[in-house]
């Protein structure tokens, strides 16, 4: 494996981070706003499409010394208005585009990923051919319109290869990939980087790159072979890519590993290259996720505790055998959901196929599963004889209505985006069978319809803990009554110290391979997911989905809490996504794995976090990779669906915290994503470091 490489992205990503913090105007609204006034009048995806045109057509076109990969994120957003273009003219046309609208995260914008094997094998004017043979087997008018709008975009990424190829150091690559399917890795990756700059050209947040080293691997093989490449020139050409993925300020997925549609290991070389650049950039906008599997090699499993071992939180784990089953199961035809990758943070996503995701419920803040939980224990205590399983009817109701409301609002949202007018053209051009269909990504196009996340699964030792102490003491035991705890809870344990000690120290934590409560957790994440799958299908088609990946909704909907029974104060923040209370945990990482296993739900294919953090001393040399391999391999064993790693001292963390100058590069997984710790709010930070770190 290379680890030295040719090109000078060093130099790429140094300049990228410089430039990232001094930008000032965003110049895309400013050219789209002059394409809606010159196409006035016609179809609203010709003329939404010809402002993406207009804005790959307009953008400057700067060449960092050296590099061999044409496209950064400087071209849309500069520190200096263009000569000629003065101050109120930029902001009546930034205004002029506000008002004319366009669609948001929780409408389906971005979190997805285009079809990429697609076009590499057909190239933009084998996308631009495909639509207009589709063009003359329809006769509507609306489906004339709609491909008549994927033509022009795809004429406008061919522009900004051409326009490329004028100042680029390697104009033969951009001028055959302006056209024509692309002959090797260089072009190939050339391709998809552009592809996905003129997403960020829209204003598209988190778009995902796939299971790069599967559609990218043909042209690194046959490279390879012929002897056009070698593995330096292709880990310093990712490299460089990395460095611009840097610049973008936003987390991009990337995938790697797990099987193929026959189900036989799908890891390859450039899996190991993608791995390697990862480690070498640092960069926290890779997200970089690793599929598991029961054979996935000892190489790969090494690679990742390579990777995560310096810090970053990359790669994240997912396992095969906990996802796959459970996308079949709604549905999801075996050979695709063996295609799955991740977008985003950690959501589940069919690269080319589907919408892009969706989350968020507008106007909720800080509503959570222990609500639903207080309000269930609030009816139970009015009850002459509670019993556990009326306490579970009773928080099964709870949560049906939160999860109605939520549903109630998503749709509400959605609606207000109807595709006629907020067509989706580039996106729908990239996506299977939208071209065949001559139908929007949002108007049925796709082969397969949206996943919404619908909250729920997150804080589940939180939620799992407070259950197991209801039960234990006030059902089981009748050592405490619900009025004696309630009251509790309501004087935040002022003056019931004997009781709060009792929560904390009496009953079993999840995460400590205590059957007990990792049982209550199991039973939580069912009933929740069962609620979920029940609801009705999202406006315009698509299905909600469990998630169970807060982020840092735990800090957030703490605070907005009470006293809860597992022993937290009013305020403090609920445990993080699935991982152990913080603190609670104190049986090492492999208690960890059994109380996961034991919660291991199929159904939450929104996404599942969980995080660990383990003390570098403890990994250190060949036994420390033995021990890493031993853990991944428990995890894969377990059919535990999700895990990421920190590797980073609290010693470093709390020195990071008071003395953020020394540490301005330090990097750190949160939650669904990593992130310069030294950026992050105090209360964050403070999250990231109460973890508990294993040896």
Not at 103 to 112: C, E, L, P, V
Not at 559 to 565: F, V
Request: charged residues 25%.
């Amino acid at each position: 494996m290379a680890t030295t490489t040719t090109g000078n992205w060093e130099a790429v990503l140094e300049v990228c981070r410089r430039r990232s913090r001094t930008a000032r105007y965003d110049m895309r609204p400013y050219w789209r706003a002059l394409a809606y006034r010159e196409h006035a009048g016609e179809p609203e995806p010709v003329v939404r499409a010809h402002a993406f045109a207009k804005v790959l057509g307009q953008i400057g076109l700067p060449v960092h010394p050296g590099e061999t990969i044409a496209g950064s994120r400087a071209e849309f957003v500069l520190e200096e208005l263009p000569v000629g273009i003065g101050e109120e003219e930029y902001v009546a046309a930034v205004a002029e585009h506000a008002g004319r609208g366009q669609r948001n995260f929780q409408a389906g914008f971005d979190h997805a990923t285009p079809d990429y094997p697609t076009l590499l094998a057909e190239g933009v004017d084998g996308t631009i051919q495909r639509a207009r043979r589709s063009r003359l087997s329809h006769s509507d008018e609306a489906e004339h319109a709609f491909l008549d709008g994927v033509v022009i975009c795809m004429a406008g990424l061919s522009t900004l290869a051409e326009r490329y190829a004028e100042t680029s150091t390697c104009p033969a690559v951009l001028r055959h990939i302006a056209h024509r399917p692309p002959r090797a890795f260089h072009e190939a990756l050339q391709l998809v980087w552009l592809v996905h700059l003129a997403f960020v050209s829209e204003g598209r947040y988190a778009m995902g790159l796939g299971r790069i080293d599967q559609y990218l691997w043909p042209f690194y093989e046959a490279d390879l072979q012929a002897g056009r490449t070698t593995e330096a020139q292709a880990l310093g050409l990712l490299c460089q890519v990395w460095a611009k993925i840097e610049e973008l300020g936003e987390i991009n997925n990337i995938c790697v590993g797990g099987i193929t549609a026959d189900g036989s290991d799908a890891t390859n070389e450039l899996s190991y290259l993608v791995i390697e650049a990862t480690r070498l950039v640092q960069s926290p906008r890779t997200n970089l996720s690793a599929r598991f599997h029961d054979g996935s090699p000892e190489r790969f499993h090494r690679a990742c505790f390579e990777c995560v071992r310096t810090g970053i939180g990359f790669p994240a784990l997912f396992n095969d055998h906990a996802l796959i089953p459970g996308l079949v199961k709604i549905g999801i035809p075996l050979a695709v959901a063996r295609d799955y990758s991740m977008v985003g943070c950690i959501e589940t996503a069919f690269a080319g196929r589907q919408q892009a995701w969706g989350d968020g419920v507008p106007g909720f803040r800080g509503e959570s599963n222990q609500q639903c939980l207080d309000r269930a224990l609030r009816q139970l205590a009015t009850e002459l004889k509670p019993t556990y399983g009326r306490l579970l009817d009773l928080f099964r109701r709870e949560l049906r209505t939160f999860f109605e409301e939520c549903a109630s609002r998503v749709n509400a949202h959605i609606a207000c985006f109807p595709p006629e007018r907020f067509p989706d053209p580039f996106l729908s051009a990239l996506t299977q069978d939208c071209i065949a269909r001559a139908r929007d990504i949002n108007d049925g196009g796709a082969l397969i319809s949206r996943f919404y996340k619908c909250a729920g699964g997150e804080n589940l030792a939180s939620l799992a803990d407070s259950v197991a102490a209801v039960k234990m003491l006030v059902l089981d035991r009748g050592t405490v009554t619900l009025s004696q705890l309630i009251e509790a809870l309501d004087a935040d344990f002022a003056g019931h110290e004997a009781l709060h000690a009792q929560l904390l120290n009496a009953v079993p934590k999840y995460g400590n391979d205590a059957p007990y409560v990792d049982e209550i957790a199991a039973e939580m994440l069912e009933l929740i997911t069962d609620e979920v799958m029940r609801l009705p299908p999202i406006h315009g088609g698509g299905r909600f989905v469990a998630c169970a990946a807060g982020n840092i909704h735990n800090i957030v909907r703490g605070r907005c809490l009470g006293a809860t029974p597992d022993g937290r104060r009013a305020g403090e923040p609920l445990s993080d996504a699935t991982s152990p209370f913080f603190g609670r945990d104190r049986k090492g990482p492999t208690a960890i794995l059994s109380s996961m296993g034991r919660a291991a739900c199929r159904q939450i294919l929104g996404g599942r976090v969980a995080n660990l953090k383990f003390e570098p001393a403890h990994f250190a040399g060949e036994e420390g990779v033995a021990r890493f391999a031993a853990f991944t391999h428990a995890f894969v064993d377990r059919r535990i669906q999700e895990l990421q790693i920190n590797f980073t001292g609290n010693a470093i963390l709390r020195d990071a915290r008071d003395n953020p100058e020394e540490h301005r590069n330090l990097v750190v997984r949160v939650s669904g994503f990593s992130a310069y710790f030294t950026q992050l709010s105090r209360e964050v930070q403070d999250d990231v470091i109460r973890r508990r770190a294993h040896g």
